[in-house]
C-alpha cells in the first residue's frame, strides 16, 4: 500500500512552454503532499506544501506565480511550471502524507519528474 | 534556527556494518524518519523513530536520542546495492507535516 504516482516522469520542453506534473496517491488519502525539487548529488528541497481544498504554502525563495499548485483532491496535486526555462531543469519529485493510519508525518515519495528545458 | 547534520560521504565494504550519525537541532521535535534514495530515484522509507532507543529491522537499525539531539542508521551485512544516499529527517512541532532534511550521505559500498 501507500503508492504514489507521478506524471509525466520524464519531459523536455522549450523554454517559455509551461508544464503540468501530476501527483497522485493511489491507494489512499492524502490532505497534504509536498512537492520538492532536486539538483545532482543535492538534497531535497521543499518548494511548497499543498493542502487539498486551500492554497498552498510556499517556500522562502520559491516563486507562487511561477510554480502553480492545485490539490484539488484528496488524491490529486498538480504543479504547473509556468513559462519554463533552462534554469527550472531539475528532478522534481512529489510526496503524499496519509490523511491517518500511519506514524505522524510520515511522507510517501513519487517516483519524480525529470524535466529538460531546451 | 534548523539545522541537521550528516556526515557528506561515507565507504564501506561488502559483509561490513557502517554506522551513518545525523543530529539536530530543531525548534520542536515529533519525530526522526530515515530514508534511503538511488541515483535518480525517489527516496523510500527506512525507518522511524520518536522514542529514544533502537528500532531493528531486518538489516536495518535506527537510533534515536532526544536528549543529545542525537540519531543513527546501522545497516550491517551491507551488499551492493546498498549504495545511495541516506537522508535524515526530523518533524518539526505543530502539525504541519512538514519535514526538515539533512543534506544526505552518500555511502559507496566496494566489493
Known amino acids: 500500500g501507500a503508492v504514489v504516482s507521478q506524471h509525466p516522469s520524464r519531459v523536455i520542453c522549450k523554454s517559455g512552454t509551461s508544464v503540468k506534473i501530476e501527483c497522485r496517491s493511489l491507494?489512499?488519502?492524502?490532505?497534504?503532499m509536498f512537492w520538492y525539487r532536486q539538483f545532482p548529488k543535492k538534497s531535497l528541497m521543499l518548494m511548497a506544501t499543498?493542502?487539498?481544498?486551500?492554497?498552498?504554502?510556499?517556500e522562502q525563495g520559491v516563486e507562487k506565480d511561477k510554480f502553480l499548485i492545485n490539490h484539488a483532491s484528496l488524491t490529486l496535486s498538480t504543479l504547473t511550471v509556468t513559462s519554463a526555462h533552462p534554469e527550472d531543469s531539475s528532478f522534481y519529485i512529489c510526496?503524499?502524507?496519509?490523511?491517518?493510519?500511519?506514524?505522524?508525518?510520515?511522507?510517501?515519495f513519487g517516483p519524480g519528474t525529470r524535466l529538460t528545458v531546451l | 534556527g534548523q539545522n541537521i547534520d550528516q556526515p557528506t560521504e561515507m565507504t564501506a565494504t561488502e559483509g561490513a556494518i557502517v554506522q551513518i550519525n545525523c543530529t539536530y537541532q530543531?525548534?520542536?521535535?515529533?519525530?526522526l524518519f530515515w530514508y534511503q534514495q538511488h541515483a535518480g530515484e525517489a527516496p523510500t522509507f527506512l525507518s522511524y523513530?520518536?522514542l529514544d532507543g533502537l528500532e531493528e529491522k531486518g538489516r536495518f537499525s535506527s537510533f534515536l536520542s532526544r536528549s543529545k539531539g542525537y540519531s543513527y542508521l546501522l545497516l550491517k551485512e551491507l551488499q551492493m546495492k546498498d549504495s545511495a544516499s541516506y537522508l535524515c529527517?526530523?518533524?518539526?512541532?505543530?502539525?504541519?507535516?512538514?519535514?526538515?532534511w539533512g543534506l544526505g550521505t552518500s555511502l559507496a559500498v566496494n566489493p
Open positions: 510526496s503524499a502524507s496519509p490523511s491517518s493510519g500511519r506514524p505522524l508525518n510520515e511522507q510517501f
Open positions: 530543531t525548534s520542536g521535535f515529533n519525530g
Open positions: 529527517a526530523v518533524v518539526n512541532a505543530g502539525n504541519n507535516r512538514k519535514l526538515i
Open positions: 491507494d489512499f488519502q492524502a490532505t497534504t
Open positions: 523513530n520518536v
Open positions: 499543498s493542502n487539498e481544498g486551500s492554497k498552498a504554502t510556499y
